[in-house]
């Protein structure tokens, strides 16, 4: 709990620094380093390590990120908490900072469950309504699920707009049998 307390005021610290123009790039950049490290699990181990000397973790960081846009903000960022000791919260603060973000721009996470690959053009029009419903701009993350049959499902925090050619069968069945 303490770490999770002391990545949020990181994460509040670093949000108040940006101007309002950076928000977006800094969330891409975000979504960047989320991926790395969610495909390098061992990324986490080598940062929190206290067998690994901080010198090292920084240079390690330097490189992870020479893609990373912006990478001299990200690495003040973290060199900070290496040197203080607080390299273990560098994950947990990224988690942080994305939350904060995401709230500060009124935006959603969610995931949108599709039977079938679909074309940007419904992709969009999928969006649309579903920002329409949230009244809220999404960030959706796809996912494939034959069972739905067609249609889609999208799922963010405790709402779900289910509009799949499974559910509109079933309905249909249920109809049936009351007939």
């Known amino acids: 709990m303490k770490q999770k307390i002391l990545a949020k005021r990181y994460a509040q610290a670093t ?17 960047i380093m989320k991926q790395l490290i969610n495909e390098n699990p061992k990324l986490g181990e080598i ?16 490189n992870i990120l020479a893609n990373v846009p912006d990478k001299e903000f990200w690495m003040k960022i973290f060199k900070v908490m290496i040197l203080k000791n607080r390299s273990e919260i560098m994950i947990l603060f990224l988690y942080e900072f994305d939350s904060l973000l995401k709230a500060h721009l ?12 679909q074309d940007q053009k419904t992709l969009d029009t999928i969006r649309e309504e579903i920002e329409g419903f949230l009244s809220s701009k ?19 925090d405790n709402k779900m707009i289910d509009a799949s050619v499974l559910t509109s069968l079933n309905r249909f069945a249920r109809r049936r049998v009351k007939w």
Request: charged share 30%; proline share 0%; hydrophobic share 45%.
């Open 15 to 31: 949000l108040n620094t940006l101007s309002a123009d950076k928000y977006h790039d800094v969330f891409v950049q975000i979504e």
């Open 47 to 62: 940062v929190r390590s206290k067998l690994v000397k901080n010198e090292a973790k920084i240079e390690f960081l330097s």
């Open 106 to 117: 009124q935006m959603k996470d969610v995931k949108l469950i599709l039977a079938h690959e």
């Open 138 to 156: 999404i960030l959706y993350k796809i996912q494939m699920d034959k069972k739905i049959l067609g249609g889609f499902i999208a799922i963010s």
